[in-house]
T-cell receptor
Framework: AQSVTQLGSHVSVSEGALVLLRCNYS??????LFWYVQYPNQGLQLLLK??????LVKGINGFEAEFKKSETSFHLTKPSAHMSDAAEYFC????????????FGTGTRLKVLA | EAGVTQFPSHSVIEKGQTVTLRCDPI?????LYWYRRVMGKEIKFLLH????????ESGMPNNRFLAERTGGTYSTLKVQPAELEDSGVYFC????????????FGPGTRLTVL
């Protein structure tokens, strides 16, 4: 079975500050991990994904995440927040079995303060 | 290339009525997924089509929900009769092939059952 926990349903950061959104997962098979972002009135957009290989994954808009197997974590970071980063972020896990359906966390809404 | 589209964007119905949601995947994508997000909770998997066949419908809540994918193109999700707890945002996603391919999400249909 797979599950995802996102700590913090709401996170506020100042513009220019570090963004850190936490994601911990549980998986009985090697996990595939994803971060998606949803801007208002839009669909979910892929930020980045980890499947195999390099554990530090770079995505769009300056975001990156590091897969840490020992900590079962896949936290999302960005060195400097921009006002346009305000959105809801979802962590998801999938795996090499079954239909590759996604198991999502509950989402974290990021607010960027001027 | 057009993305995943969903219709309608919003639907408000009375308890006991029938509603049909439609999803048009990206052209050429064999895989089509339906997910649902109930307010404040995680996005949950409903079912997965490969072309016109249901590959996994383990997430369908009950037999009031019927999904079809005629000819392996667009898909419909019918709720009959609708109950209050069916309210939420219904997302559709598609991917080219089963596996670690990224799923591309539509903007969702917000269903409100009164």
């Amino acid at each position: 079975a797979q599950s995802v926990t996102q700590l913090g349903s709401h996170v506020s950061v100042s513009e220019g500050a570090l963004v850190l959104l936490r994601c911990n997962y549980s998986s009985s098979v090697p996990p595939y991990l994803f971060w998606y972002v949803q801007y208002p009135n839009q669909g979910l957009q892929l930020l980045l994904k980890y499947t195999t290989g390099a554990t530090l994954v770079k995505g769009i808009n300056g975001f990156e995440a590091e897969f840490k197997k020992s900590e079962t974590s896949f936290h999302l970071t960005k060195p400097s927040a921009h006002m346009s980063d305000a959105a809801e972020y979802f962590c998801a896990v999938s795996g090499p079995s079954g239909t590759y359906k996604y198991i999502f966390g509950t989402g974290t809404r990021l607010k960027v303060l001027a | 290339e057009a993305g995943v589209t969903q219709f309608p964007s919003h639907s408000v119905i009375e308890k006991g009525q029938t509603v049909t949601l439609r999803c048009d995947p990206i052209s050429g994508h064999d895989n089509l997924y339906w997910y649902r997000r109930v307010m404040g909770k995680e996005i949950k998997f409903l079912l997965h089509f490969v072309k016109e066949s249901k590959q996994d419908e383990s997430g369908m809540p009950n037999n009031r929900f019927l999904a079809e994918r005629t000819g392996g193109t667009y898909s419909t999700l019918k709720v009959q009769p609708a109950e209050l707890e069916d309210s939420g945002v219904y997302f559709c996603a598609s991917s080219p092939q089963t596996g670690i391919d990224t799923q591309y999400f539509g903007p969702g249909t917000r269903l409100t059952v009164l």
